[in-house]
């Protein structure tokens, strides 16, 4: 059974910090990897899609990079604003064919302190 | 058009209340899902409906029943719900693949729902 971590659980840094947010998953037969934003009390946002046979994705200040043999993904945020502020949630996809379930971790908080 | 709508955005309702929750999107995509969402936990998957037919459930109590009427439009019709089933409810969407593979998801700002 697939399951995905997120280091660190919160995580504050004072504006204009460059941060790394991580995630780890058991089971390196996935199919992409997908970073969202999520802001209290609404939905989900996509930030960046990668997918298996890519190394990394970027947008904006925004670069995600995906290693699936060792299980990993990071998501890079250059120059941090406190609009940043939010929960930042990895989730992976099953390997083509086996579906479309999402499994997500439990998400790193971050504060960004103007 | 990259938008997930949901309506409505807040919903209180009793224990032998009926009502529905409604998600809408126009970006041609065939794939759409519900999730349940509690505090300070990721998103849990309910429902996925792949060209208009249920593909999976997440062996959801029947008090939950999803209606998929056409390609753009998803209900969770919800019944004699119990305060646990508070949360908020969020629907997605995506494109499936040429190969049973799906695409980027795109979410709706949710719905809260209090049941009382």
């Known amino acids: 059974k697939q399951e995905v971590t997120q280091i660190p659980a919160a995580l504050s840094v004072p504006e204009g910090e460059n941060l790394v947010l991580n995630c780890s998953f058991t089971d390196s037969a996935i199919y992409n990897l997908q970073w969202f934003r999520q802001d209290p009390g609404k939905g989900l946002t996509s930030l960046l899609l990668?997918?298996?046979?890519?190394r990394e994705q970027t947008s904006g200040r925004l670069n995600a990079s995906l290693d699936k043999s060792s299980g990993r993904s990071t998501l890079y945020i250059a120059a941090s604003q406190p609009g940043d502020s939010a929960t930042y949630l990895c989730?992976?996809?099953?390997?083509?064919?086996?579906?479309?379930?999402?499994?997500f971790g439990e998400g790193t908080q971050l504060t960004v302190n103007p | 058009d990259t938008e997930v709508t949901q309506t409505p955005k807040h919903l209180v309702m009793g224990m032998t209340n009926k009502k529905s929750l409604k998600c809408e999107q126009h970006?041609?995509?065939?794939?759409m899902y519900w999730y349940k969402q509690k505090a300070k936990k990721p998103p849990e998957l309910m429902f996925v409906y792949s060209y208009e037919k249920l593909s999976i459930n997440e062996s959801v109590p029947s008090r939950f029943s999803p209606e998929c009427p056409n390609s753009s439009l998803l209900n969770l019709h919800l019944h004699a719900l119990q305060p646990e089933d508070s949360a908020l409810y969020l629907c997605?969407?995506?494109?499936?693949?040429?190969?049973?593979?799906?695409?980027?998801?795109?979410f709706g700002p949710g719905t809260r729902l209090t049941v009382l």
């Open positions: 997605a969407s995506s494109q499936p693949g040429l190969a049973g593979d799906y695409n980027e998801q795109f």
């Open positions: 989730a992976v996809r099953p390997r083509k064919g086996s579906g479309s379930r999402l499994t």
């Open positions: 970006m041609g995509h065939r794939a």
């Open positions: 990668i997918q298996s046979s890519q």
